[in-house]
């Protein structure tokens, strides 16, 4: 596990800093992933991700998977959010469409764009 753990994972630096400078201007970022126990703690814990930012909603922990509308409705549940202040940032188009069924915001990951710039995309 753990060399599946360390060979699999990639950080980048950049969306690490867009967490940052997000936080900063009072935004609250939840990693919502589709994880096993045992490797959501491996990247809160390990790769410190939990430095940046506020929490983690993973798919093992909630017993539901995304895109699954039960794993957005968790989320909230979690979060303490209603729907409408949920944004989902995905590499996975499904899962975006699924968010967005669950009255959240949502947009597919571009790597071209700075998170930043994605999410003042989604708030225009």
């Known amino acids: ?37 045992q490797r959501a703690n491996y990247i809160m814990s390990t790769l410190k991700l939990a430095d940046y930012v506020d929490g983690i909603v993973y798919s093992a922990e909630i017993g539901v998977a995304k895109p699954d509308p039960a794993f957005f409705t968790a989320a909230m549940t979690k979060t303490q959010q209603p729907a409408h202040e949920h944004i989902l940032i995905d590499d996975t188009l499904e899962n975006v469409k699924a968010a967005i069924a669950a009255k959240w915001s949502g947009r597919v990951w571009d790597s071209r764009k700075n998170l930043s710039d994605i999410l003042d995309d989604v708030r225009a």
């Not at 360390?6 to 994880?35: F, Y």
Request: hydrophobic share 45%; net charge negative.
């Open 1 to 37: 596990m753990q060399y599946w753990f360390k060979n699999d994972a990639r950080l980048d630096e950049s969306v690490l800093a867009d967490c940052v400078a997000l936080r900063d201007r009072g935004l609250k970022i939840v990693l919502a992933t589709n994880q096993e126990h």
